[in-house]
């Protein structure tokens, strides 16, 4: 065997068979990078983009609706066109797409942790518990996601005044994402605790006196995030969709601050108008990112846990 | 005698990352017709490997490197993935370890069987059947015609053995390769089977080559044997010839490492050739962590595990009717004492409930009745029933797998370190890493083990490491469930020698639980033989082996495989 003594932990982690088989798989290579370059144009939007559209002293009202550059009648200076209030499309996209994968991050961390909970909870603990929580999980996985998405998002609208809806939007629509993306979690850690929960380490752990809460976070729940993470992923991919879609139906980011959906909504009303671009480039970028997320999530699952197909 | 298969200088390499393995090295082996060959070797020795090859269901990314297989005169490593499929099953059988999963359990037993004897032999459905009820009578399936309509799940183990013997037959192969064919099942099973197989190879002429771990069994019924070490052929011959007098270095080690029913032997004379770091260092007992005394364990308060009239049935089927509830009785009023410093060994079947029993001493199942006592005080069975959260420092386990005893997720420190973190035994950090290194060297680990993986060990060192992870509270009682049955034999020879060396100077009381007869008679003062939850006859390890009283324990030594050696 070989001396690990010297040897650092990065070093060590880079000499992981599964990161060996990530780097060395061109798929998933690829994935990696397209998800970190849209993840790396979110966060340095303020920085990339060439225009800030929320300033109002940016914003030129008459340079609204513009072609990309390339075309007739577009200015060099809005490489990718303009929207109806005269925002550079690209700046308004950077800033866009960085909220949605705000959104959706937030809205896969409150499923994950909500998820995972009660998933580990059920499986460890099994019977009437075990039960109740699977059996609402099921009732709610009747529903479609989005519709309940929609329905906790009207809600939450309800309850508010009105002048305080586009200052909230943002966090209803991600505990709207977040409360209807629990179930998968709670499935699926729900089942590899179950698995857990009978090997000999846990039987271990208990013949030393180690009380249920202990067990369930020392040992069963590092043994479970495998799974978690690669469900992650995969809701990720999913919760852009559904911001976009909850977005798209104006349900969602109003279009002050517009996320890529919302960005969609607004180009498809003037998509018969031969304003193709508004709605053609957010969409493209949604796509590509959503694409490149559920690759990322598939190749992960390959690597990371081949039993979850 | 005609010669059937021909494996010339054959080798096999995995290329893995960075590195190639060389997983067959040079083989040579030749079997006749009407002949059974074990192919013996430990785990990672390349038996299967080789198994595979001859069949081509090499697993990616193995490929031959190397010499030529050669069936009846042609050389089949050169075969299309056609042909190949052609050969198997018509020229060349398969028999594998797992009945349960070998079969398709959605299809009757008939039908698979007429589906693999139309496809071998092109036979009519009427004669397809007809052969499937021969094959069925030949393989000792009671009443063939009505069985061929029944599922998988309808057989029992042997039985369902017996329909996968019965398919590799299908074909009317010219060999057979058995690939651990007996090791799911219990021993009065096993030489059934076995029995079977050589019935099968004398009858049809067929030529068997019978992959196993177990020298057991290739004692029974083999003509020829061939010992394989690290992917290279070591030794053939005759099976008297290799168990009574084994030239080559290895196979002296693993005949020796063989627990022997015959004679109780102080140690098992150690192998060095096979795990070169587990060389035992004496430490001072009396001034060391495992010698001071666990402050509050009363020592002269009687036997120190004592149960009486213990019973726990488990439910099968749920229902809300009190009626149509299900049960097993997994231990069925049991009453047994063990005396301080005593090894108590509970031997028995699968399923006999042996375990169960090991697990309501240790507090992991609770008994419907009965009362269990330690050191003389009573425990109740409720979790945290203070007398039980006493034993916990002084009652530990040392489990049956060491693959999933431990949690993968943490470093080894962590895990030996974890009871004398949670009980608060020691007086600081620095006092638990030093216990804890103390402690691996103490099972005979390098000092560089505490800061790695599990996985970075083998099956043996794993062990090693849970022995050393139980030792750590200072326990006065150890409960081995099964410790050894995932190890091969030399291994299990090694943990084996740990343990008594342990029990020797550290004066542990010991549950043994094993379903090897050989093993417990290594390792066991007193014997327990249990059937369906039932104690059968509770004997000294002389009176059991020498002069059993109860027909169950005489059947049980009557099935025993014996190397009639040394």
Known sequence: MIDTEKTSRLSRFLDNDMVWSFTHSPMAMAAGIATLLFFCA??????????????????????????????????????????????????????????????????????????????????????????????????????????????????????????????????????????????????????????????????????????????????????????????????????????????????????????????IRVGNEYLFSGLWWIAFFPSLTLVLLVFSVNLLGDKLRDILDPKLR | MTQLLDIRNLSIDFPMRGLVLNAVKGFNLQVNAGEIIGLVGESGAGKSTVGNAITGLLGKPGRISRGEVIFQGENICDYTDEQMRKLRGRRIGMIFQDPQSSLNPLMTVGKQLVETIQECLGLRLKEAEARAIELLNDVGIPDPESRLKSYPHQFSGGMRQRVVIALALAGDPELIIADEPTTALDVSIQSQILQLIRKICDERGVGVIMVTHDIGVVSEIADRVAVMFRGELVEVGGVDQVLRNPQHEYTQNLIVAVPSP???????????????????????????????????????????????????????????????????????????????????????????????????????????????????????????????????????????????????????????????????????????????????????????????????????????????????????????????????????????????DLQDELGLTMLFISHDLPVVRQMCDRIAVMRHGKICEIASNEDLFENPQHEYSQHLLKLMPNLGAS
């Not at chain 2, 009396?286 to 009363?298: F, R």
Request: hydrophobic content about 45%; proline content about 5%; aromatic content about 8%.
């Open chain 1, 42 to 263: 979110a966060l340095f939007a303020p920085i990339i983009a060439p225009f800030n559209p929320f300033d109002p002293a940016q914003v030129m009202l008459w340079d609204g609706k513009l072609p990309p550059a390339w075309a007739d009648g577009g200015l060099p200076q809005y490489i990718l066109g303009t929207d109806d209030q005269g925002r550079d499309l690209l700046s308004t996209m950077l800033y866009g797409g960085r909220l949605s994968i705000l959104v959706g991050l937030a809205a896969v961390l409150l499923g994950m942790v909500l998820g995972t909970t009660l998933g580990v909870i059920s499986g460890f603990a099994g019977g009437l518990t075990d039960v109740i929580i699977m059996r609402i999980a099921d009732v709610q996985l009747t529903i479609p996601g989005i519709l309940t998405a929609i329905m906790i998002n009207g809600f939450g609208r309800a309850f508010l005044p009105i002048e305080y809806h586009n200052q909230f939007a943002i966090y209803f629509v991600i505990i709207a994402i977040g409360l209807s993306d629990w179930p998968q979690f709670a499935r699926v850690t729900r089942g590899a605790t179950m698995v857990e929960r009978n090997k000999e380490y846990v039987q271990a752990a208990r013949v030393i006196g180690l009380p249920n809460w202990l067990i369930i976070l020392r040992h069963v729940l590092p043994n479970v995030m495998r799974s978690v993470i690669v469900l992650s992923t995969l809701s990720f991919a999913i919760a852009i969709i559904s911001e976009a879609t909850l977005s798209f139906l104006g349900q969602g980011i109003p279009s002050t601050t517009p996320s890529l959906g919302t960005l």
């Open chain 2, 262 to 500: 015959d004679k109780r032997l102080h140690r098992f004379t150690c192998v060095d050739l096979i795990e070169g770091e587990a060389s035992q260092t004496k430490i001072d007992v009396q001034t060391h962590w495992l010698g001071k005394a666990n402050s509050d364990v009363v020592e002269d308060a009687g036997p120190a595990i004592e149960i009486k009239d213990m019973s726990l049935a488990f439910r099968l089927k749920n229902s809300v009717l009190k009626s149509q509830r299900t049960f097993v009785q997994a231990v069925d009023n049991v009453s047994f004492d063990i005396e301080q410093g005593e090894t108590f060994g509970l031997v028995g079947e699968s399923g006999s409930g042996k375990s169960t029993l090991a697990r309501i001493v240790a507090g992991l199942h609770t008994a419907d009745k009965g009362e269990l006592s330690i050191y003389g005080k009573k425990i109740g069975f409720k979790h945290n029933d203070p007398a039980r959260r006493h034993s916990r420092t002084f009652l530990q386990v040392v489990f049956q797998d060491p693959y999933s005893s431990m949690n993968s997720r943490m470093n080894i420190r962590d895990i030996v370190a974890e009871p004398m973190r949670f009980h608060n035994l020691t007086e600081n950090e620095a006092q638990t890493r030093q216990i804890v290194d103390d402690l691996l060297d103490h099972v005979g680990l390098g000092k560089t083990a505490a800061r790695r993986y599990p996985h970075e060990f083998s099956g043996g060192q794993r062990q090693r490491i849970a022995i050393a992870r139980a030792l750590a509270s200072r326990p006065k009682i150890l409960i081995c469930d099964e410790p050894t049955s995932a190890l091969d034999v030399s291994t299990q020879a090694q943990i084996l020698n740990l343990l008594r």
